[in-house]
């Protein structure tokens, strides 16, 4: 296991997901996406490679200069590495759940996770409600709908503060928003049971899924 120090691994972990911008159609990096800086990410990568060699980032970088240049390459790339972090999987056949990374504090990535099926969609997780994690949530969805073809949408600047709770045995956690989403809608039951599991029952069944399959 090759060691980094933290500061190097968080542009390690950052940058591929700004520079995956280059992928984006121009008017979701025009508005969701104008903070990524896509090709200052790539420039900055390269450089980390120069320098860290060790760190395998360079079949990343052709993968990504091949899925800037050709459709086919762009959706073998986004099937298998996402785009912007954004990345989507199959629970079964009309089931996808999109992942999307949200900055809930400086420095500190989530995981939020889009649940979508035929009648019903829910997002699990909700982020902090921070700038960066309204941010990141709204180019989340810019993704979800530009790249994936899904129709769920989100508002730059719609509050996610209103949220609706899970329940499990103890204190009640807040883990579900719909303000500022439309067409998302809580569940219709409570879902209990300790997180851990709840995430563990989500991670088993996950499996990759190509973009634009049913």
Known sequence: MIKVDSKLRRKVEALPRRAEGLLLPASVLAEEGNHLAPIEAERALRDIDGDHPSLGLEARLIALAQADGGYAARRDYIARDGCA???????????????????????????????????????????????????????????????????????????????????????????????????????????????TLRFALISRALEPRTPGQA
Not at 86 to 102: H, T
Not at 104 to 114: A, E, G, Q, R, S
Not at 159 to 164: D, E, G, P, Q, Y
């Open 85 to 195: 972090g954004v990345r989507r999987f199959s629970a079964r056949g009309d089931v996808a759940i999109y992942l999307m990374p949200a900055e809930t504090f400086p420095h500190h990535i989530n995981n939020v996770y889009l649940v979508l099926e035929p009648g019903h969609s829910m997002i699990f997780d909700v982020g902090s409600g921070i700038e960066s994690s309204r941010r990141d949530l709204a180019l989340g969805f810019a993704i979800v709908r530009a790249m994936f073809g899904e129709s769920s949408t989100s508002t730059r600047s719609g509050s996610f503060a209103s949220r609706t709770s899970t329940k499990w045995p103890g204190p009640t956690i807040p883990s579900c928003s719909t303000s500022g989403v439309s067409g998302l809608e809580p569940p219709s039951t409570p879902v209990t049971g300790p997180p």
